[in-house]
């Protein structure tokens, strides 16, 4: 059985910073692709970075390029997301997903609320 676990969220304030993470287990760690999505409230669910399996290649979504880091530790099968100066627009669910060939696997989200 594959489970991702979200953790980390919670409310902040405007240019504060908050890390996530994303416990993964069921699937081999090193051989998995990452990424982190989020969905606000009335909104679609959006890309927001990924990591590949290999050699450290990272994308972002254009809004939080320079702002939001995404990493992994392959030691602890744990991926993470590191966010600084945030926004009330980054208000949202935020999910870890985990791809391996075809397959995908989601977590079940961490709520992050930025107030004004």
């Known amino acids: 059985q594959v489970d991702l676990v979200e953790s980390g969220g919670g409310l902040v304030q405007a240019e504060d910073s908050l890390s996530l993470s994303c416990s993964v287990s069921?699937?081999?760690?090193?051989?998995?692709?990452l990424a982190w999505f989020r969905q606000a409230p009335g909104k679609e669910r959006e890309f927001v970075a990924a990591s590949a399996h290999f050699g450290g290649v990272t994308w972002y979504h254009n809004s939080v390029k320079g702002r939001f880091t995404i990493s992994r530790d392959n030691t602890k099968n744990t991926a993470f997301l590191q966010m600084s100066s945030l926004k009330p627009d980054d208000t949202a669910v935020y999910y870890c997903?985990?791809?391996?060939?075809?397959?995908?696997?989601w977590g079940q989200g961490t709520q992050v609320t930025v107030s004004a």
């Open positions: 069921g699937v081999p760690f090193k051989s998995v692709g």
């Open positions: 997903k985990a791809i391996m060939g075809r397959s995908a696997y």
